[in-house]
Nanobody, 122 residues
Framework: QVQLVESGGGLVQPGGSLRLSCAASGFTTGIYAMSWDRQAPGRAREWVASNCASGASKDYASSVKGRLTISRDDAKNTVYLQMKRLKPEETGVYYC???????????????WGQGTQVTGSS
């Protein structure tokens, strides 16, 4: 059974840091590009970052470049999103995605987790 489980969300002060994890099962992460998307309250889901299957290339939304870093440990079938200098408007649910539409092409395989909540506090 294909499954993606995100964790690591929580309450964070503006300018703070958080590390999200996405544990995959039922498939091998190493053969797919992996991505993170997020959805803020009342807004459409937006793409945040992607890491190609080999891990060599990464791509980021312009709004997060330099502050968020995607990485992967295929031996653990896990993908991470390190977030630094978080902004209040980055509150939302963060989703992990395997395959699907990526900067390097579109996979037939497209799996999503249920998301983890990140809330910026003031």
């Amino acid at each position: 059974q294909v499954q993606l489980v995100e964790s690591g969300g929580g309450l964070v002060q503006p300018g703070g840091s958080l590390r999200l994890s996405c544990a995959a099962s039922g498939f091998t992460t190493g053969i797919y590009a992996m991505s993170w998307d997020r959805q803020a309250p009342g807004r459409a889901r937006e793409w945040v970052a992607s890491n190609c299957a080999s891990g060599a290339s990464k791509d980021y939304a312009s709004s997060v470049k330099g502050r968020l870093t995607i990485s992967r440990d295929d031996a653990k079938n896990t993908v991470y999103l390190q977030m630094k200098r978080l902004k209040p408007e980055e509150t939302g649910v963060y989703y992990c995605n395997a395959g699907g539409r990526t900067p390097w092409g579109t996979y037939d395989f497209d799996a999503w987790g249920q998301g983890t909540q990140v809330t910026g506090s003031s």
